[in-house]
């Protein structure tokens, strides 16, 4: 009897462990570089700084982490920082505040990242981030970013800047 109900229990374990896949939770990292331009910006009015598209390497990048993209369940925004590259002595001192949205070809924009208090002596940034799932952009082959920023002082110069994104995956393995 006691060998029976030992028997029972191992079977049960057996199966409970393969049956039940282990969720795969990865990083995919992005950047980007946008200019700031000299004396196009409107003291304390909002306006769009262009940004170009973003090409995903998301296929590779599941497929290294063992999984594709039909088994994604989510991908969320885990961290976008911005850092001045150009020029070296520039800080964040011109910018009260910036949003970033995200789109793709065949969906709606979203608010990405935001920074309304933005600290003026520093030369890097991390932006609060949305926590709404962002697998239908990332997935795609390529997604578009739009950013509005207000100022607080007149640029007499270009600014550099460098966006560094990591996306948080949530998926099934293979």
């Not at 170009?52 to 063992?66: G, Y």
């Not at 969320?76 to 001045?84: E, G, V, Y």
Request: charge should be negative.
């Amino acid at each position: 009897m006691k060998t029976k109900v030992i028997l029972s229990l191992l079977l049960i374990a057996t199966v409970l462990t393969f049956s039940c896949k282990k969720l795969l939770t990865f990083d995919i990292s992005d950047s980007t570089t946008t200019t700031v331009d000299a004396n196009i910006l409107p003291f304390q009015l909002p306006v769009e700084i262009p940004t170009p598209d973003i090409t995903t390497n998301s296929e590779n990048e599941f497929s290294q982490n063992n999984t594709n993209v039909d088994l994604v369940k989510e991908i969320i925004l885990k961290k976008l920082s911005l850092t001045i590259t150009s020029p070296s002595d520039k800080t964040f001192s011109f910018l009260k505040s910036i949003e970033i949205y995200i789109s793709a070809d065949g969906e709606d924009e979203t608010k990405l990242a935001w920074n309304d208090n933005v600290d003026s002596n520093a030369k890097s940034i991390e932006l609060e981030t949305t926590k709404s799932a962002l697998d239908k952009y990332v997935k795609k082959d390529k997604y578009k970013l739009r950013t509005k920023v207000v100022t607080k002082e007149t640029l007499t110069q270009s600014i550099d800047i460098k966006i560094d994104f990591t996306f948080q995956v949530t998926a099934d393995p293979l």
